[in-house]
């Protein structure tokens, strides 16, 4: 009906808008606690990923916002995959499935009315954790951690020193 078409949104902003606040208003907690970390953490994502890393990183994500990790449920995470498929793409790569967001104006989207630095920060953190010796928080690991957010904040340059054989101190 013609009537219906005056209810479409103007645009892929206005159709993002109100796809997320759809989503939102009818997900509860579930939008609260896995839809909205696994797609920002997708968007923030430089590469497509597993679903088992996307679940990692929301497992963390969890812990740095102080919620109970002992109730995540890692089949939730796969079952935002299945809700949110109209915006993600897959890829087979090396026999697994990958994702990504499927439009980079879904990225900015996200980026301008979500935000994704707490997600930038949760998968600095995990793959920081990952390198031997840089956790508990020594002082080199801070300083990764900090260029890690210069770079995500646009800083075009940044040089990192663990001390070491060229200190000129001798």
């Known amino acids: 009906d013609i009537a219906d078409l005056s209810d479409l949104p103007h645009g892929l902003r206005a159709y993002y808008q109100r796809h997320w606040n759809t989503m939102r208003d009818t997900g509860g907690e579930v939008f609260e606690r896995y839809q909205e970390p696994v797609v920002c953490l997708l968007a923030t994502a430089r590469e497509p990923v597993t679903i088992e890393q996307t679940t990692e990183w929301t497992r963390q994500y969890w812990a740095r916002a102080g919620w109970d990790t002992s109730a995540f449920r890692p089949r939730a995470v796969r ?6 498929r109209e915006f993600l793409n897959d890829e087979q790569t090396g026999g697994e499935t990958r994702y990504r ?3 980079t104006s879904f990225q900015d989207f996200l980026r301008d009315e979500v935000g994704l630095a707490p997600y930038h920060a949760t998968i600095s953190a995990v793959a920081l954790a990952k390198i031997t010796g840089l956790f508990p928080e020594t002082p080199f690991a801070q300083s990764c ?7 995500e904040a646009g800083v075009r340059f940044v040089s990192l020193s663990n001390g070491g054989w060229d ?3 001798q």
């Open 79 to 84: 079952d935002v995959f299945r809700d949110w």
């Open 145 to 151: 951690l900090l260029a890690t957010r210069l770079v």
């Open 167 to 169: 200190t000129h101190q």
């Open 101 to 103: 967001v499927y439009h």
